[in-house]
C-alpha cells in the first residue's frame, strides 16, 4: 500500500491550550501533487509536521487517530528511514543549514554524505540538482551569508538531491520574488513527473492551479473542502475560508452573473483562453 | 614566501596539532624562561608566514596579553617572599614574586599563543574530519564544528542587535563602562534566539538524515603527504634530543 493515509487525526501541542488539527481525514495517492491552502494559523505546517512524522518523533502533545505511511504507522517507523522516504523543505530558510559546511556545494551535499553516498556520485548529484536549480552562481559562496531568496533555494535543494518518494515542501518560495517562484514550480514539477509525491503549502493560487492535482483547505485545523484542483478552485464558496480563486476564475463567475454561461469553469489562462473562445463562438462572435 | 605558506597551511591538521604540542610542552621540559618568551615570537613568524598576522595580533594581544599583565601584577604583589623591591601602603613586590611572575606568565604566553597559533593555521572542517578519521563520532565533530563555526556568525549577529540599540538611542561606543552597559543588554536577545533556532536546527539535521546508521562518506578528501612525514620526524628528533639534553646530560 503506497501513500499516506491519514484517519481520524487530532493533535495538540504540548504548550497550546486547544486542539490545532480536528479530525483529518486524507489520502495521499503516490505520484500525485498535493497543495495545502488556507488562511494563517490553520494549520497546514503542523499537518505537514505530523505528515513527516516529527510529530510525535520530535514534538510530543497529544495526538489521536493514525496516520499510515506505505501502510505502516509513522511511529513505527524508523527516524532514519523516515528521512530518506520523506524530504521536508521547511517554512523558515534561516535555520535549514547545517551550520559545519563552508560552500554551498558541500552543503548541499550533506545529506548524500549522510547516506553514504559514494563520493563521485554525491558530486554529480548535487552538480546535477545545482544546474536544475540555477545557483552555480553561488556554489562556492558561504551559506551563511546568502540573501533569504538564495538560502531558500539551497534549502530546496539539499533536500531533493536525497531524492525521497514524497516531498514536502512548506511555503518554499516565500522569500522568492516572482521569477524565483515561477522556477522553483517548474523544479518541483520536474521532480512530480520522477514519480514523487508532492505536497506543498502555498498561497500562490495561480501557480497552484497550473501545477497540483488536488487542494485541501485548511481552517482552524479542519479540512474544509478537498478535491481535485480544478472542482476546488472553480467553486465560489472555496472564497469563504480565505482562499482568493485566480482571474480567470473570477471573470468566468462574473459572467455568470449576467447569464454569460460558459461550458466550464476555467481556472487557468491556457483553458480560460479556450473556454472562452468556445463560449464566443457559441455565441456567434468570431475571435 | 608563497611556497613555505602553503607548505605550513596544507599540513595535515594532527601534524599541525604536534607542532602545536611541541611548542606548548617543550617551554614546561626546559628550564628558565627564555625559550619560553621566545615561542610566542616563533608562533608569530609561523603566523606571517601562514598570512595571518594580523588575526594573530589581534587575539594574542587583545586577549591574551590583558590576561597575562593581570597574573604578573597579582603574582609580583601577593606571592610570598621577603626580598622587598618597592612598597605603597601594605602592598609591596617583593623579588621572589616577580620571579615567580616571569616564570610563571612566560609559560602561559607559549601555551597560549601555541593554541591561537593551531586555530589560525587549522581550518575547523579540516580539523573535524581528520577527527572523524581518527575514529570520533560525527555527532562530536559536528558539536565542535558547529561550536566554532558559529562564533563568527553569532559576532556579526552580535553586532546588528547592537547596531538596533544604537538607533534606538542606546550608547554604544566610549569609554568601557559604556560599552559593557551596552553590551550585556545586546546579549540577551542573542542568547533568546540562539536557543529558539535550537529546536530547528535539529530538525534540519533530521531531514538531512544526520542520525540515519549507515556509515557517512565524506567529500572532504585529507591526504597526509611528505611534507608531514617530513615535520613530524623532524619534530619527534628535536623532542628526543630535549629530553636526553634535560634528563640524561
Ligand atoms: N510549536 C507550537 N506550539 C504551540 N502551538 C503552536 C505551535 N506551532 C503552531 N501552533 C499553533 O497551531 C496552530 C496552527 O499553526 P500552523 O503553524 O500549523 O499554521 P499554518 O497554517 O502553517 O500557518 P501559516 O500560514 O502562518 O504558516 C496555530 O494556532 C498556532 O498558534
Ligand atoms: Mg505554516
Same mark, same amino acid.
Given at each position: 500500500?503506497?501513500g499516506i493515509?491519514?484517519?481520524n487525526?487530532?493533535? #495538540?501541542?504540548?504548550?497550546?491550550?486547544?486542539?490545532v488539527?480536528?479530525n483529518?481525514?486524507?489520502?495521499?495517492?503516490?505520484?500525485k501533487?498535493?497543495?495545502?491552502?488556507?488562511?494563517?494559523?490553520?494549520?497546514?505546517?503542523?499537518?505537514?509536521?505530523?505528515?513527516?512524522?516529527?510529530?510525535?518523533h520530535?514534538?510530543?502533545?497529544?495526538?489521536?487517530?493514525?496516520?499510515?505511511i506505505?501502510?505502516?504507522?509513522?511511529?513505527?517507523?524508523?527516524?532514519?528511514?523516515?528521512?530518506?522516504k520523506m524530504?521536508?523543505?521547511f517554512?523558515?530558510?534561516f535555520?535549514?543549514?547545517?551550520?559545519?559546511?563552508?560552500?554551498?556545494?558541500?552543503?548541499?551535499?550533506?545529506?548524500?554524505?549522510?547516506?553514504?553516498?559514494?563520493?563521485?556520485?554525491?558530486?554529480?548529484?548535487?552538480?546535477?540538482?545545482i544546474?536544475l536549480?540555477?545557483?552555480?552562481?553561488?556554489?562556492?559562496?558561504?551559506?551563511?551569508?546568502?540573501?533569504?531568496?538564495?538560502?531558500?533555494?539551497?534549502?530546496?535543494?539539499?533536500?531533493?538531491?536525497?531524492?525521497?518518494?514524497?516531498?514536502?515542501?512548506?511555503?518554499?518560495?516565500?522569500?522568492?520574488?516572482?521569477?524565483?517562484?515561477?522556477?522553483?514550480?517548474?523544479?518541483? /514539477?520536474?521532480?512530480?513527473?520522477?514519480?514523487?509525491?508532492?505536497?506543498?503549502?502555498?498561497?500562490?493560487i495561480?501557480?497552484?492551479?497550473?501545477?497540483?492535482d488536488?487542494?485541501?483547505?485548511? #481552517?482552524?485545523?479542519?479540512?474544509?473542502? #478537498?478535491?481535485?484542483?480544478?472542482?476546488?478552485?472553480?467553486?465560489?464558496?472555496?472564497?469563504?475560508?480565505?482562499?482568493?480563486?485566480?482571474q480567470?476564475t473570477?471573470?468566468?463567475? #462574473?459572467?455568470?452573473?449576467?447569464?454569460?454561461?460558459?461550458?466550464?469553469i476555467?481556472?487557468?489562462?491556457? /483553458?480560460?483562453?479556450?473556454?472562452?473562445k468556445?463560449?464566443?463562438?457559441?455565441q456567434g462572435v468570431?475571435? | 614566501? %608563497?611556497?613555505?605558506r602553503?607548505?605550513?597551511?596544507?599540513?595535515?591538521?594532527t601534524?599541525?596539532?604536534?607542532i602545536?604540542?611541541?611548542?606548548?610542552?617543550?617551554?614546561?621540559?626546559?628550564?628558565?624562561?627564555?625559550?619560553?618568551?621566545?615561542?610566542? &615570537?616563533?608562533?608569530?613568524?609561523?603566523?606571517m608566514?601562514?598570512?595571518?598576522?594580523?588575526?594573530?595580533?589581534?587575539? &594574542?594581544?587583545?586577549?591574551?596579553?590583558s590576561?597575562?599583565?593581570?597574573?604578573?601584577?597579582?603574582?609580583?604583589?601577593?606571592?610570598?617572599?621577603?626580598?622587598?623591591?618597592?612598597?605603597?601602603k601594605?602592598?609591596?613586590?617583593?623579588?621572589?614574586?616577580i620571579?615567580?611572575? &616571569?616564570?610563571?606568565?612566560?609559560?602561559?604566553?607559549?601555551?597560549?599563543?601555541?593554541?591561537v597559533?593551531?586555530?589560525?593555521?587549522?581550518?575547523?572542517?579540516?580539523?573535524?574530519?581528520?577527527?572523524?578519521?581518527?575514529?570520533v563520532?560525527?555527532?562530536?565533530?559536528?558539536v565542535?564544528?558547529?561550536a566554532l563555526?558559529?562564533?563568527?556568525?553569532?559576532?556579526?549577529?552580535?553586532?546588528?542587535?547592537?547596531?538596533?540599540q544604537?538607533?534606538?538611542?542606546?550608547?554604544? %561606543?566610549?569609554?568601557?563602562?559604556?560599552r559593557?552597559?551596552a553590551?550585556?543588554?545586546?546579549?540577551?536577545?542573542?542568547?533568546?534566539?540562539?536557543?529558539?533556532?535550537?529546536? %530547528?536546527?535539529?530538525?534540519?539535521?533530521?531531514?538531512?538524515?544526520?542520525?540515519?546508521?549507515?556509515?557517512?562518506?565524506?567529500?572532504?578528501?585529507?591526504?597526509?603527504?611528505?611534507?608531514?612525514?617530513?615535520?613530524?620526524?623532524?619534530?619527534?628528533?628535536?623532542?628526543?634530543?630535549?629530553?636526553?639534553?634535560?634528563?640524561?646530560?
Open positions: 500500500m503506497s493515509e491519514i484517519r487525526l487530532s493533535y #495538540q501541542y504540548p504548550t497550546g491550550s486547544e486542539k488539527l480536528h483529518i481525514n486524507l489520502n495521499i495517492e503516490s505520484g501533487f498535493y497543495a495545502f491552502v488556507g488562511v494563517n494559523g490553520g494549520g497546514k505546517t503542523t499537518l505537514c509536521n505530523v505528515i513527516r512524522g516529527f510529530i510525535p520530535f514534538f510530543k502533545g497529544d495526538i489521536s487517530g493514525e496516520v499510515l506505505d501502510g505502516k504507522d509513522v511511529r513505527d517507523w524508523d527516524t532514519s528511514d523516515l528521512a530518506q524530504g521536508f523543505v517554512q523558515n530558510p535555520t535549514q543549514i547545517s551550520g559545519v559546511k563552508e560552500t554551498v556545494f558541500d552543503e548541499i551535499a550533506f545529506g548524500l554524505e549522510n547516506l553514504g553516498v559514494e563520493v563521485s556520485v554525491i558530486k554529480q548529484k548535487v552538480q546535477e540538482i544546474s536549480l540555477g545557483i552555480g552562481y553561488i556554489q562556492d559562496k558561504n551559506p551563511n551569508e546568502l540573501s533569504g531568496g538564495q538560502k531558500q533555494r539551497v534549502a530546496l535543494a539539499s533536500i531533493i538531491v536525497m531524492e525521497p518518494d514524497i516531498l514536502i515542501f512548506d511555503e518554499p518560495t516565500s522569500q522568492l520574488d516572482p521569477q524565483g517562484t515561477e522556477e522553483i514550480f517548474k523544479a518541483i /514539477d520536474i521532480m512530480k513527473k520522477k514519480g514523487k509525491t508532492i505536497i506543498l503549502v502555498e498561497h500562490k495561480e501557480l497552484i492551479a497550473e501545477y497540483a488536488y487542494v485541501i483547505v485548511l #481552517q482552524d485545523g479542519q479540512i474544509m473542502r #478537498q478535491g481535485r484542483t480544478e472542482d476546488v478552485l472553480s467553486h465560489e464558496d472555496t472564497q469563504d475560508y480565505g482562499i482568493g480563486l485566480t480567470y473570477l471573470l468566468d463567475l #462574473q459572467m455568470r452573473k449576467h447569464n454569460m454561461i460558459t461550458e466550464r476555467p481556472i487557468t489562462e491556457s /483553458d480560460s483562453i479556450k473556454v472562452m468556445e463560449w464566443m463562438s457559441l468570431k475571435a | 614566501m %608563497e611556497k613555505l602553503t607548505f605550513i597551511l596544507n599540513l595535515y591538521p601534524t599541525k596539532f604536534f602545536t604540542l611541541f611548542l606548548m610542552i617543550t617551554p614546561l621540559l626546559l628550564p628558565g624562561y627564555l625559550y619560553s618568551y621566545l615561542v610566542p &615570537v616563533l608562533c608569530l613568524f609561523i603566523a608566514i601562514a598570512g595571518k598576522t594580523k588575526l594573530f595580533v589581534d587575539i &594574542v594581544f587583545k586577549g591574551l596579553l590576561i597575562v599583565i593581570m597574573i604578573f601584577l597579582l603574582q609580583a604583589f601577593f606571592y610570598p617572599g621577603d626580598t622587598i623591591l618597592w612598597t605603597w601594605i602592598f609591596s613586590i617583593k623579588q621572589e614574586g620571579d615567580f611572575s &616571569v616564570q610563571l606568565t612566560s609559560k602561559i604566553l607559549a601555551v597560549g599563543s601555541a593554541i597559533l593551531f586555530f589560525q593555521i587549522t581550518k575547523i572542517n579540516d580539523l573535524a574530519r581528520s577527527l572523524e578519521i581518527l575514529g563520532s560525527p555527532k562530536a565533530t559536528y565542535l564544528s558547529s563555526n558559529i562564533i563568527p556568525e553569532m559576532r556579526m549577529h552580535l553586532l546588528r542587535i547592537m547596531d538596533a544604537k538607533t534606538r538611542g542606546v550608547e554604544t %561606543e566610549g569609554n568601557l563602562r559604556i559593557l552597559k553590551f550585556f543588554p545586546a546579549l540577551t536577545p542573542l542568547i533568546l534566539s540562539s536557543f529558539s533556532s535550537t529546536d %530547528e536546527k535539529a530538525i534540519t539535521l533530521e531531514s538531512r538524515a544526520f542520525t540515519a546508521r549507515t556509515k557517512k562518506t565524506s567529500l572532504h578528501q585529507l591526504e597526509k603527504t611528505k611534507s608531514d612525514s617530513v615535520v613530524r620526524v623532524l619534530l619527534l628528533i628535536l623532542f628526543v634530543f630535549i629530553l636526553i639534553w634535560r634528563f640524561f646530560l
